[in-house]
């Protein structure tokens, strides 16, 4: 079986979740014994790029071994991020599906590679979706008010209209259709948490959404055996993209607040918004106890978390399965994390974490204060995840597998 792979970006350039998790299948289903490609938006120097189409540039190469088409728009459509329609990629896009002939195509994240489904469907090629964020329902895609407020969702178009007045009423209207047929083609549409397709299925109350959890690749993990007691040092943990959505900032704050000394705060990874990377930094550069590291490869997360003693996240929107909390459940790190979304869904208070109001400094705080003031609390923390089984790779594989054989056959 043939398998082509949508996504948004992808490795080398991106690697956060949706990255990741294209990766893993793709390299289980390799594994399996079928072929598999990556189809992906890109933002490489003009050069880099070896094939020219119109206003498009292609690249292909190998990333870990999975074959990758690379491609970007020589002069970018304004719309590029928010648009389900490509008119400059239309014929491109029917070329490289029908060249191609997968047996299936898996749409990772629909953003900047619209087309290519739209291309699959008239090809009558069946394809499935996982669902990662709100894109396809928001604009935004982080379901969120301007004023930083959880949203719901589009309400018909109606909040959007509210909360989005640069996006024209037509345009809302037009680009919720274009996400119905989306949907509604698809062989099957999936999501790796229950939360997610709550506010699909508000919009469009006929989606039926299969839940396929995110696996973990057991090889990179490596348990934290410390046991903890009073007045044992702590050190805290933020790993993923800096972008404002993601509370970073709501996190260095709390940390400031806190006076202990005996504590460290670790913040690893990057982001595109260098006003937001130096805002953190700024925020972090007189307390010597805030450290960052940069971006690690994934093959040292169990390195790196394994030597931590609570991961935090502190995200501000409805964070669907942030990998970083999974990784951190599988190496035996309690987790605090805001208390929505997907988030919530998997971080038990008091249980294998701590949960905390999205966005609240203040109770972040206490909970900080609350772990450094009796770090034993860490143990029957501990305890309670080494009982719980996050799933693998291979068994979210299988799973991938199994429905695509069911649509290929049908």
Not at 213 to 235: A, E
Not at 337 to 357: L, R, Y
């Amino acid at each position: 079986m043939k398998i082509v792979y949508l996504v948004h970006q992808f490795y080398p350039q991106d690697y956060t979740g949706t990255e990741k998790f294209i990766l893993n299948i793709a390299k289980m289903m390799q594994r399996l014994g079928h072929k598999v490609k990556v189809i992906s938006y890109s933002y490489y120097e003009d050069a880099f790029y070896d094939i020219s189409r119109g206003n498009i540039l292609f690249k292909e190469f190998l990333f870990q071994g999975i074959p990758v088409m690379a491609f970007k728009h020589i002069k970018a459509p304004e719309d590029l991020h928010t648009s389900l329609k490509n008119s400059d990629l239309v014929d491109e896009a029917r070329s490289i599906i029908a060249k191609e002939a997968p047996d299936i195509v898996h749409v990772g994240h629909p953003m900047r590679v619209c087309e290519f489904v739209e291309a699959a469907k008239l090809c009558g090629l069946p394809y499935v979706i996982t669902l990662t964020d709100f894109w396809l329902i928001c604009p935004n895609f982080i379901l969120s008010t301007p004023d930083g407020k959880p949203c719901t969702g589009p309400g018909n178009g109606n909040r959007c209209r509210k909360c989005s007045p640069e996006f024209s009423a037509l345009l809302i209207s037009e680009r919720l259709k274009s996400a119905r047929d989306i949907l509604s083609h698809a062989e099957r549409v999936f999501s790796p948490s229950k939360f997610l397709p709550k506010a699909f299925e508000r919009q469009f109350t006929d989606l039926d959404v299969g839940i396929i959890n995110h696996g973990m690749s057991y090889s990179k993990i490596k348990k934290n055996v410390r046991i903890y007691k009073r007045r044992d040092p702590l050190t805290f943990l933020y790993a993923g993209s800096f972008n404002r959505f993601k509370g970073v900032h709501v996190l260095i704050e709390a940390f400031r607040r806190v006076s202990y000394r005996e504590v460290s705060l670790k913040i690893y990874g990057s982001g595109p918004d260098e006003a937001y990377s130096d805002l953190l930094r700024k925020m972090a550069e007189k307390d010597q106890r805030i450290q960052f590291g940069g971006v690690f490869p994934d093959n040292q997360v169990g390195e790196i978390l394994s030597n931590v003693d609570i991961a935090v996240v502190p995200s501000l929107w409805y964070e669907n399965y942030p990998l970083v909390l999974h990784e951190a459940l599988a190496c035996e790190v309690p987790v605090i994390a805001s208390d929505a979304g997907g988030m919530a869904e998997k971080i038990k208070d008091g249980f294998n974490g701590f949960t905390f109001p999205m966005g609240d400094i203040d109770h972040l705080k206490t909970v900080l204060e609350s772990i450094i003031d009796h770090p034993e609390k860490l143990n029957g923390l501990k305890d309670n995840i080494s009982d719980q089984m996050t799933p693998t790779i291979e068994q979210e594989a299988y799973a991938y597998e199994r429905e695509y054989l069911k649509a290929v056959s049908s």
